[in-house]
C-alpha cells in the first residue's frame, strides 16, 4: 500500500489571496466569529511572531507597524474552495478520503506513470494552477508515516512541499526530527506521558516496546507504533461515519435582553442544523437548546439549556423551530443580556428507518415535500431566500463581520468585474 496525505499551506489565508494576488508575500491573518480571535495565519503572519488565538484587540500595535492584512471568516468562500480541492484530487486518484476540509489521503499504489514524488509535485501543480491553492504532499506506505511525510514537507523548506518516505534508507533519520507531539494520534497527554519515559521523537516511538504502549495507551498507541514501522492498521475510509450530533452556535454581534432577537438567532440556528440534517440524510432523535449571557462581562450571569426527546425523529424545520421554541421559552430569563445561543441534535439515525408514534398526527409525507422545495428554492436562488417568519429579516444579533472578504464564488452579485 502507498498513501498520500494532501494539505493545503494556510487554508484560510490561502483562500484570501486566491482573489487577491495583490496579497501575495503579505502577512494575513483571520479572525474567528464576532471578529475575536486570530484563527489562521499565513507563513508571513507566523513569521511576525502571531500566535494561533490570540485575541485581535492585543495584536493590533503588531498588526498595525507590519501592515498585516486582516480578514473576518468567510466560510462560505472556504467550504466552497475546499470542495473544488476535493474535486481535483477524486480525478487524480479514484480511492479518496476526505480527513478535513483541507486535508485527504489518497491511494496511490495503482499509479504507474509517475514514481510517487513524480506524482506528487503533478498534485501540488495541478491545484495551485486550476485552484490558486498551494499543498503539501506526504507519501508513506501507512497513514501515519503519510502524515509524518506531509508534517516534514510543511516544516522543512529543502522539500519544497513534497516528502516520500517510499524507498528511502535513511527513513528513521527524518523521523528523528519528527517531535512525538506531532505525530498524527498523540494528544496533549500523551505527548507528555511518552517524553517523561524518554520518547521524544517519531523514531524513539517507532523502537518503543509495543505491549509497553499498549498497556500505556491502549490499541491506539499500539496502532500507531505499528504504522511507524510500516505494518498498516488503518484503512481508508470509502464513506464518512455518521455523525452522532450536530451542533450549530453563535456569538452574537452584541448582546441582547430581547426574547424576539433571541429567538431569531435560535431559529436561525435551526434552519442551518435542518439542512445539514437532509443533506446527510439524518434525522434527530434528540434536541438540545442552550443560552448564555457573556462570562468574561460584568453583570449577572446565567447559563441554562432544556433537552428534548423526539417521539418521533425528524429533520423538518418546521417540526425543530416548533421544539426549539417550546424548550427556549421555558430557558428564557428577563433581566439578562444574552451573549449566545445554539442548538443541538444528538442521536441521529439514517432517514430511511424512520418510526413513527401511534399518536403521531403529523403529515411526514407532506413536510418531506415541502422540505425537498424549501432546499430546492434556496440552493437555486440563495441561501434563506425563502424562510421561516421565525427568523426575522432585521438579524440585529447577527455576527460582527467587519473584514470580510466577498464570497466569490458562491454569490452573483461578489463575482468579480474584469475590464478588458
Known amino acids: 500500500m502507498l498513501f498520500a496525505l494532501v494539505d493545503c499551506n494556510n487554508f484560510y489565508a490561502s483562500c484570501e489571496r ?20 486570530v484563527i489562521a495565519r499565513s507563513a508571513e503572519a507566523k513569521a511576525l511572531g502571531i500566535p494561533m488565538g490570540a485575541p485581535a484587540f492585543e495584536m493590533e500595535e503588531l498588526i498595525t507597524k507590519n501592515k498585516v492584512f486582516v480578514f473576518s471568516s468567510n466560510y462560505a468562500l472556504y467550504g466552497d474552495l475546499s470542495q473544488r480541492v476535493m474535486g481535483v484530487l477524486s480525478q487524480m486518484s ?62 522543512f523548506p529543502g522539500h519544497r512541499g513534497v516528502f516520500s ?7 528513521d533519520e527524518y523521523l528523528k526530527q519528527i517531535p512525538v507531539s506531532k505525530l498524527w494520534g498523540i494528544g496533549e497527554q500523551h505527548a507528555s506521558f511518552l517524553q517523561q519515559h524518554d520518547v521524544a521523537s517519531a523514531y524513539d516511538l517507532k523502537k518503543a516496546p509495543e505491549a509497553w504502549i499498549r498497556s500505556k495507551m491502549n490499541v491506539t498507541g499500539a496502532r500507531i507504533v505499528k504504522e511507524l514501522n510500516a505494518i498498516s492498521c488503518i484503512p481508508m475510509e470509502d464513506a464518512p461515519a455518521h ?45 438540545t437548546v442552550f443560552v448564555m449571557t457573556n462570562r468574561f462581562a460584568r453583570g ?45 441534535a444528538e442521536e441521529l439515525i439514517p432517514e430511511n428507518i424512520r418510526q413513527t408514534s401511534l399518536w403521531d398526527s403529523t403529515d411526514h409525507e407532506k413536510q418531506e415535500k415541502l422540505m ?49
Not at 448582546?255 to 439542512?275: G, W
Open 94 to 155: 479514484p480511492d479518496i478520503e476526505i480527513y478535513s476540509i483541507d486535508e485527504a489521503f489518497l491511494r496511490i499504489d495503482s499509479i504507474r506513470l509517475y514514481s510517487p514524488e513524480e506524482y506528487a509535485r503533478k498534485i501540488q501543480s495541478n491545484i495551485y494552477e486550476w485552484l490558486g491553492i498551494p499543498v503539501s504532499v506526504g507519501i508513506g506506505s501507512t497513514k501515519t508515516l503519510a502524515k509524518a511525510a506531509n508534517y516534514l514537507a510543511k516544516s
Open 300 to 344: 449577572p450571569r446565567y447559563v441554562n439549556f432544556k433537552t428534548i426527546n423526539l417521539s418521533v425523529p425528524t429533520h423538518s424545520t418546521a417540526e425543530l423551530n416548533r421544539m426549539m421554541v417550546k424548550a427556549l421559552s421555558s430557558l428564557f430569563r428577563k433581566g439578562y443580556l444574552y451573549k449566545k445561543s445554539g442548538i443541538l
Open 165 to 171: 518516505f517510499e524507498n528511502r534508507t535513511d527513513g
Open 372 to 420: 425537498k422545495a424549501l432546499d430546492l428554492i434556496n440552493a437555486k436562488t440563495g441561501r434563506d431566500s425563502v424562510r421561516y417568519a421565525l427568523q426575522g429579516f432585521d438579524r440585529k444579533w447577527k455576527m460582527r463581520q467587519e473584514k470580510l472578504s466577498a464570497s466569490y464564488t458562491t454569490k452573483w452579485s461578489d463575482i468579480l468585474n474584469i475590464q478588458i
Open 243 to 287: 455523525r452522532k450530533a450536530i451542533c450549530i452556535s453563535r456569538s452574537y454581534g452584541r448582546p441582547t435582553k430581547n426574547y424576539r432577537e433571541l429567538e431569531e438567532a435560535t431559529a436561525a440556528f435551526v434552519s442551518r442544523l435542518a439542512e445539514k440534517l437532509r443533506k446527510q440524510k439524518m434525522l434527530a432523535t434528540r434536541l
Open 18 to 37: 486566491v482573489f487577491r494576488p495583490d496579497l501575495e508575500g503579505k502577512p494575513i491573518i483571520v479572525l474567528s466569529n464576532n471578529d475575536g480571535c
